[in-house]
């Protein structure tokens, strides 16, 4: 499987992961994938993602996500 977009949405009911198989209350949610939809646990999110988009793709995602600096005042 593989991503065409990093953008997901936490899901609201409870799915199997695409990746494990485990089941999970709140999954991720890719829409835009080889396989569609893909619902991915926090466990198999950064594997998926440094799968199909490399390396570090998953920190870049954890940065973007994390919201820090965001009251920061800009002078």
């Given amino acids: 499987m ?16 695409t990746q494990c198989g485990i089941i999970v209350q709140r999954p991720w949610v890719y829409n835009l994938s080889s396989k569609k939809p893909v619902y991915l646990c926090s466990e198999c999110k950064p594997i998926v993602l440094s799968k199909s988009f490399g390396k570090n793709a998953h920190l870049k995602q954890m940065m973007i996500s994390t919201g820090f600096e965001t009251n920061r005042r800009k002078h």
Avoid at 2 to 15: D, E, F, N, T
């Fill in 2 to 17: 593989k991503l065409k977009s990093a953008s997901s949405v936490r899901g609201r009911v409870a799915r199997n992961c």
